[in-house]
C-alpha cells in the first residue's frame, strides 16, 4: 500500500498564504512532517493559483524534492501544467489523476505512460458524480480497461477487435488514435 502525503495543497489556506509569499521554509516543513509520518509521495497541488499553476507547481516541486527524498505526487486536472513541470521532477513520479472524462482520460494518460509515471485513477466520469458503490465499482472497470487500451495504443497497439456499437469503448479509441497522431 502506497501512502499519499496530501497537506501541500492550495486549497489549504496556510498552504496558499506559504505559496503566495514563496515560504519555502513552511512548505518544507509540511513535506518533513509527512514524510516523517511514512508518506510514500508527496502531493503537491497548485489548482488555487490557475493563472500561474506551471509556476507555482515548478516551485512546490523544487521546494518539495529539496526538503526530502521522497518522490513527487503532481495533481492537477491540466495537462498543459503537468508536461511543463516534467522537467523540474527528479524522480519517478505519480500524476493525480485521470478520470473517464475523454478530455483528460487521453491527454493525461498520454503523459503517464510517455514519462513513465504512475497515475492514480479517479472513480468519474462525465455528469454527476457516483453515489452507489456500484456505480464507482462500474466505473472502475470501465477506467481501468479504457486507461490500458490507450495505454496500448500509445505503446504501438496497431489492431483491435471491439464492438463499434460500444460509444464508450469507440470513444476510448478515437481519444486515442487522435492523441497518438493516428486520427487520420
Known sequence: MLIIG??????????AKAMEEHDA????????T?????????????GGFAEREPDSLAWLIETVQDAV???????????????SVLPHV???????SITLEPARLGSILRLA?????????????EGPMARTTDHKVSLAAKLVNRT?????LVKGLDSVMINPTDN????????GMMVTGRDD
Request: with cysteine; net charge positive.
Open 34 to 46: 509527512q514524510a516523517s509520518a511514512g508518506a510514500h509521495y508527496l502531493d503537491v497541488n497548485a
Open 168 to 175: 464508450e469503448l469507440y470513444a476510448s479509441l478515437k481519444s
Open 90 to 96: 527528479r524522480r519517478p513520479f505519480m500524476i493525480n
Open 6 to 15: 496530501e497537506k501541500i495543497n492550495s486549497s489549504r489556506k496556510l498552504v
Open 148 to 152: 490500458f487500451f490507450i495505454a496500448a
Open 25 to 32: 521554509a513552511f512548505i518544507r516543513n509540511k513535506a518533513e
Open 69 to 83: 527524498d521522497l518522490p513527487i505526487c503532481v495533481e492537477s486536472p491540466n495537462p498543459q501544467a503537468i508536461q
Open 113 to 125: 505512460v510517455n514519462s513513465g509515471a504512475k497515475v492514480i485513477g479517479l472513480c468519474h466520469a
